[in-house]
């Protein structure tokens, strides 16, 4: 390796251990989003699977906690950190596809920089572990492609089925991996060797406590995923969704850059065969089946994770690879000088805006009722209610609510959803002494939002009403309700709508 290519790859190290280290200071500041509460309750209760999702992200969130304790940044830890070895992965990725220290380290910063790698492994979901995986799937098919090697297709298995873990998702990978076999001529010995189907059985093994689960219980978490690529309407309006939202996630001059580099994979045979091939399959079939899925129903922004890592390689093949002519080659050298900086800009302005809303003048955005802002001081104003009326415990009407009190509230206390039971079926619940004394519920306090209670208890008072409040604006209002006399079982055990 020269000097120059050796200072590019310590700068790249140096820079995006920065960007981990911008998020570790975001993630102690930013109060836990709903979801976020509600994984972190899984977290305690660790299973081969759950109602919404398989269980990578619970283990991913205890294992920040073990380290930093039941906190924002603890819940946060691990998924942050968790962009080192995706960095790595697709670093390594990018230099075996399309050589060369430059299309490396570009397209490891640019996927840092995107809000998706930003904000989706700062606030934890599925998709964080998700992008991971999907850099090791990328990275060691591109070591199948280089070395011939039958056992780097155990690696890929692994990799593959550690996705399946994350989300269901992952499944696109093997209608991938099949497309880029057949396409290239000199990858279809592998169809007739027994290594990629090894490597199907390691992802199966990997994958087989999220089989195990359902199995157990009726398949419902396949049952409901699944069930979204049921058609039972045609509604084309949602495709116009998906462009402006992956801009934003990819962030407008990452975008550009992506685009122009998939032109060039697909239009004009930029790099060998089979590497343009990998990238575009990865991409592309994924995709596909979002466009199709939008056809029918809303796909949400973040559900692109897993072609992020192809999308960053195809933005810096476009920024270093591809002979453009002087214009596009402007606009490309514009996109990559200003593509950092201005992702950076945009993941601060992000987090000062969900924290304080001082940007939009504290009036609503999109993030005021997903982020927890204002939930530690209502929850000591709703314990304080819960002592003085010697409730037992509180009730909620949703998983969100159930899951920022859980966290914000005194350890140990007793939060309990009282519908759909299916979300809490690995934790246990809670005792009969608990549920018979008097009870609290939190819920909206707008007019009309009581006949729950109503409907199960002889006795509903209203003994208080809260406002969550991000700075000068009134987020939420909860009316707090006393309950007494209970017409039956607290806990609705009906069967989610999936097994009705």
Not at 102 to 122: D, E, P, Y
Not at 424 to 440: D, H, I, Y
């Amino acid at each position: 390796m020269s000097a120059n290519d050796a200072r590019l790859a310590r700068n790249t190290v140096l820079t995006v251990l920065a960007l981990v280290a911008l998020r570790l200071v975001a993630a102690a500041w930013t109060p836990l989003t709903f979801d976020e509460a509600y994984y972190w309750m899984w977290s305690k209760h660790l299973a081969g699977g759950y109602y919404d999702h398989p269980p990578a992200v619970a283990y991913v969130i205890r294992a920040g906690t073990l380290i930093a304790g039941d906190t924002e940044l603890g819940v946060r830890l691990a998924s942050i950190l968790l962009a080192l070895p995706m960095s790595f992965a697709v670093y390594r990725a990018a230099a075996i596809l399309f050589g060369g220290i430059r299309v490396a380290a570009t397209a490891t910063i640019l996927l840092n920089v995107t809000m998706m790698a930003a904000v989706g492994t700062m606030i934890v979901t599925p998709d964080a572990p998700l992008l991971v995986a999907s850099s090791f799937v990328l990275f060691f098919l591109a070591k199948v492609l280089e070395t011939g090697r039958g056992a780097w297709w155990l690696a890929v298995g692994a990799a593959v089925g550690v996705a399946l873990l994350s989300k269901y998702t992952a499944l696109f990978f093997g209608l991938a991996i099949l497309i880029w076999l057949a396409t290239v001529p000199k990858l279809r010995r592998w169809l007739i060797s027994p290594w990629p189907y090894l490597g199907g059985l390691v992802a199966l093994a990997v994958f087989a406590p999220v089989l195990l689960w359902n199995a157990e219980h009726h398949w419902v978490s396949f049952l409901k995923q699944f069930g979204r690529a049921r058609v039972e309407n045609f509604r084309p309006a949602f495709i116009a969704e998906l462009v402006p939202t992956q801009v934003a996630f990819a962030t407008p001059l990452v975008f550009i850059l992506g685009a122009m580099g998939l032109h060039a994979l697909f239009w004009r045979n930029t790099g060998a065969f089979a590497a343009r091939m990998l990238v575009n399959t990865m991409f592309w079939t994924i995709v596909a089946y979002f466009v199709w899925h939008s056809l029918h129903a809303r796909v949400e922004a973040n559900w692109f994770a897993p072609v992020y890592p192809a999308l960053a390689i195809a933005a810096a093949v476009a920024a270093h690879l591809t002979p453009w002519d002087t214009r596009r080659r402007r606009l490309a050298d514009f996109c990559l000088r200003w593509a950092a900086p201005v992702g950076v800009a945009l993941f601060a302005f992000l987090i000062v805006q969900a924290n304080t809303g001082v940007f939009t003048f504290y009036r609503r955005d999109a993030t005021v009722r997903s982020v927890g802002v204002g939930w530690r001081e209502l929850a000591g104003a709703i314990e304080a209610v819960r002592l003085r009326t010697g409730a037992t415990c509180i009730l909620t009407p949703d998983y969100g609510t159930t899951g920022w009190l859980a966290f914000y509230l005194p350890k140990g206390s007793c939060v309990v959803q009282p519908t759909q039971r299916i979300r809490w079926v690995n934790m246990p619940e809670p005792s009969a002494a608990q549920l018979s004394g008097k009870l609290l519920f939190v819920d909206d306090a707008r007019p009309g939002a009581r006949s729950w209670q109503t409907e199960n208890f002889s006795e509903v008072e209203r003994v208080a009403e809260f406002t969550r409040m991000r700075g000068p604006l009134v987020v939420e209002t909860y009316g707090i309700d006393l309950l007494e006399g209970a017409k039956g079982s607290v806990l609705d055990r009906s069967p989610p709508p999936e097994l009705q």
